[in-house]
T-cell receptor, first 113, second 117 residues
Framework: NAGVTQTPKFRILKIGQSMTLQCAQD?????MYWYRQDPGMGLKLIYY???????DKGEVPNGYNVSRSTTEDFPLRLELAAPSQTSVYFC????????????FGQGTRLTVV | KQEVTQIPAALSVPEGENLVLNCSFT??????LQWFRQDPGKGLTSLLL?????REQTSGRLNASLDKSSGRSTLYIAASQPGDSATYLC????????????????FGIGTKLQVIP
C-alpha cells in the first residue's frame, strides 16, 4: 500500500535551474494538492487539482506550474529556481475536498543555492 | 483571515504522563478540524478529523475536542509513550470556499512533543 509517493526526497538546485517534483498516488483519489512548508510557518497551498485535466492555483502559486494528465500523477514544475523556493514540498491527496482525510507524501526537501 | 495558533511550540514529558496539546483559531466559521502527526523528515499522518457539529473524537489513546465558539481544539494523549514523540499539527477547514474556488485550509505551525523514557 504505497499511498502517496514523492520523488526525489532531496535536491539541490542552482539559481535559474528548473526541475520537476514527482507525485503519484494509488488510491484513486480525485483531489491532489501541493504544499510547501517553511520553518516557523504553516503549510501553504501551491496548486491543487480536482481531477485529471483540472488544476488551479492555491495560495502561493508564483514560480510554479502543475499538470494532471492522469488521476494518479500530479507533478510540480519549478521554472527558474530562486532561493525563496528553498522549502520542503509535500504532495497530498484526498477522496473529497472537505469531509475526508488528506494523505501526504513524505516530502521533498529542496535547496536553491 | 483565519489564523491558527498552537501553544506550546515544544513540550517534553516523561513517559506515562497524560498530556494536552492546544490549537486555537480566530474564525469560528469552520467546517471541520483535523489533527496530524509529523515525524522528522516525513509527511503528515492524519490522526483525527472532527466535524464542526461534533464536540469530540476518539481514536485509541487520542481524544480530540472542539469548542467552536471559543475557537479552541485540544488533543489529549493518554499514557504517553516514547513512540508518540513527533510534531503535532492542527488544520482548520473553512465553512466557506475561498473566492478562488478552493478550500483554504489553514495549518498551525505545530507542537513538537518529546516523550522521555
Amino acid at each position: 500500500n504505497a499511498g502517496v509517493t514523492q520523488t526525489p526526497k532531496f535536491r539541490i538546485l542552482k539559481i535559474g535551474q528548473s526541475m520537476t517534483l514527482q507525485c503519484a498516488q494509488d488510491m484513486n483519489h480525485n483531489y491532489m494538492y501541493w504544499y510547501r512548508q517553511d520553518p516557523g510557518m504553516g503549510l501553504k497551498l501551491i496548486y491543487y487539482s480536482v481531477g485529471a485535466g483540472i488544476t488551479d492555483k492555491g495560495e502561493v502559486p508564483n514560480g510554479y506550474n502543475v499538470s494532471r494528465s492522469t488521476t494518479e500523477d500530479f507533478p510540480l514544475r519549478l521554472e527558474l529556481a530562486a532561493p525563496s523556493q528553498t522549502s520542503v514540498y509535500f504532495c497530498a491527496s484526498s477522496i473529497g475536498q472537505r469531509n475526508t482525510e488528506a494523505f501526504f507524501g513524505q516530502g521533498t526537501r529542496l535547496t536553491v543555492v | 483571515k483565519q489564523e491558527v495558533t498552537q501553544i506550546p511550540a515544544a513540550l517534553s514529558v516523561p513517559e506515562g504522563e497524560n498530556l494536552v496539546l492546544n490549537c486555537s483559531f480566530t474564525d469560528s466559521a469552520i467546517y471541520n478540524l483535523q489533527w496530524f502527526r509529523q515525524d522528522p523528515g516525513k509527511g503528515l499522518t492524519s490522526l483525527l478529523l472532527i466535524q464542526s457539529s461534533q464536540r469530540e473524537q476518539t481514536s485509541g489513546r487520542l481524544n480530540a475536542s472542539l469548542d467552536k465558539s471559543s475557537g479552541r481544539s485540544t488533543l489529549y494523549i493518554a499514557a504517553s509513550q516514547p513512540g508518540d514523540s513527533a510534531t503535532y499539527l492542527c488544520a482548520v477547514h473553512p465553512l466557506f470556499m475561498n473566492s478562488g474556488g478552493y478550500q483554504k485550509v489553514t495549518f498551525g505551525i505545530g507542537t513538537k512533543l518529546q516523550v522521555i523514557p
